[in-house]
Every structure is written in C-alpha cells, then in structure tokens.
C-alpha cells in the first residue's frame, strides 16, 4: 500500500476513530472554546487562550497562550502587537493550512511544502464612520497557496477545495454568525 | 473641560485629522493587511505578519510577529499553539476592547479595567464530516464585557454597542465575506 509511506505528521486514523465514536455520542462533539481579553492601554490589549470544553468535559492546552494586540504607529497607536483584523488572516491561514496536511495525510498525498499568503482589502473609511456605505470588515480576501507534493496540479487543487470544504475558520469568514454581547458595568 | 482630564491612551485628536485627510483623499483609506502561514508538520503551522498597505504606500509594523496555530492533544495533534478558530475569539476580542477604548476616549470617559471573556460554541460534527446540516464554524459567541468606568451603566453598555458598530472584525464575523483561493502546485 503506497499510502504507508506517506507522512504528513497528522493522525488521521486517531480522527477517523474519533468520529467513530462521536457517531455514538455526539453530545461530546459539542465544543466550546474561549478567550479572555484584557485592556491594557489605548488599542492595546492582551488575550490569553488556555481552556476549552469537548468531549463532554472540561480540556486544557498544555500552556497558556498569549496575544497582544493593538493599532500600528500610522493610526497614532504604539504597534504593540497585530491588529485585530490581522488576527482574522492568521486563523484563516491556519486553518486551512491544517486542512490540506490532514485531506493529503488521508489521501495518501506527501506534502512537502504548503506556504498560504492572504491579503485582505479594506477599506478604513468604515471603520472611522466617513461613509456608511463602506463596511467595516473586509471587501474581499484572496489566499494564494504554494504546495509542493507528490501529486498532479489536479490533486493538489483537489486538497485545497477539500480543506476549505470542511474550514471551521473558511465558513466563519464566509457566511454570518450569530453574536451576542453582554455588558457589566462593575 | 471636564474630557481634558480623560486619558485612557487613545489619541482621537489623530483620529479625527485623519478622517479629515482621508475625506480629501479617499483613495489613502484603501488598506491591504497580510499574513503569510508556513506548513510545520501535521496541524502544525507558522504565520507570520509584518508589512501591510495603506495611506497609498506601503507600511510596516515595528517588528514582524509569528503565531502558531495547531490542534490540541485530544485531537491526536501535538498543541503547539491555539487552534485556528481560537484566533477568532482573539480577534474579536481585542476590536471589542480596542473600540471601547476608542469610544470611551472620544466621549470623555474615563476607563479604570475593561474585560472581555468570550466563548465560541462549535459542534465538530461539521469539520468531521459526519452531519452535512452541521456547520462547520460557531453556532453562535458569546462575548461578556465587564467595564469599570467613569460612567453610568447606560453609558458603559451605550461604548459597547457603538465599538460594535465600527468593528471590522464583528462586522466580518457578523457578515459574510468574499474569499478567493488561488493555488499553485509547486
């Protein structure tokens, strides 16, 4: 079997299991995940990452992540870390990044470079309330993908269609969802 | 005066010449914000983010920020950064907080602590594949601000509402956005 040889570094059997098992109990497919933002100055903020809820319990990442964020020095801001729609670009990348190594790893496809580069055009007009006829969010982001694999343009084409197909991030950025916000003054 | 007093880091004065300068120069509002993601190893990947354009030129942050993206240890992955649509919360996030920063500034209020806990609800029935009337991003976020501030509770929840209403990124949460994918097999 060719497909022995080929290592994406993704368990997929481990995910074939998984959905095994979540097809008995799909209360435990339900996750929530969570981030806690804390002000620190002017645009600037910090995120920490560290628990989640799934497979019916409370998870934990192995460390506490960390991510600043703020607006660069061309917007009067210190440029302390990203901006906030920068962060949208790393989530979209990501994630369809760990897509096309798990659709390959499942296919029997051996990755040997995946490089994503996205742009998102915006227009700031929104977001300073000049025109409300300009959104605040992205008119438009195009991802370029560089792969390099044992595998014809087709396939390799056929691993990204895939991957977007099933990107938690992809339809998040693509169709709307629903957010409710509370507020305590405390 | 009593909004010569209120300091919470944001320089609106710059905001609002800028505004004024971009009126007469729309085209200056047209930003480009990039980030470019490695392929690691199985779920594993590497963005980093760095130059972006806008006020017709090329720009840059101070220094070029790197983000690992990963799945987490029950997913049979090695966690060695948030997941992907963790990246989400964290965007949302820090637009909420910076916004409320922003409004608070421009309306002479000052703030003493912002929080913001968010938690996104997801059931990886989706991403898996098994239920196509499963989607594959949030059902729904929550997000739960507490704010001490200078101010009434209406005015507070009154910051909030208003940072919603110039987010770019719950606006792209919010909203559909059109997504491009390009590939080239390498």
Redesign the interface.
Known sequence: MAETAVN????VQ??LD??KA??DA?QA???????????E?????K?T?KG?H??GEE?S??TE?S?D?????????E?Q??????????????????G???VAQNRGIQ?K??????????????????DSEV???????????????D???ED??AL?AQS?K?????????????????????
Chains 1, 2 share one sequence.
């Open positions: 994406n570094g993704v368990n481990a995910l998984a959905r979540l097809a799909p497919a339900k996750f929530k995940w969570r981030a806690s933002c804390k002000w100055n002017g645009t600037h903020s995120s990452v989640f799934g497979l998870q990442h192995k992540f991510f964020a703020d607006h660069p020095e061309i917007f009067a801001a440029d870390g990203i901006t906030p729609i920068e962060y949208i670009l790393v989530g979209l990348a990501s994630c369809l990044t760990a096309v190594a798990s990755l470079s995946v490089e994503a580069n996205l742009e998102g055009a915006m227009d700031i007009q929104g977001i300073l309330g000049m959104r605040n969010g992205y008119d438009d982001i195009k991802v370029t993908f560089n792969i390099d694999a595998a014809s343009p390799i084409e990204v977007q099933r990107s938690a991030v992809y339809d998040i950025v693509t169709n709307p969802t629903n957010v409710t916000v509370e507020v305590n003054a405390v």
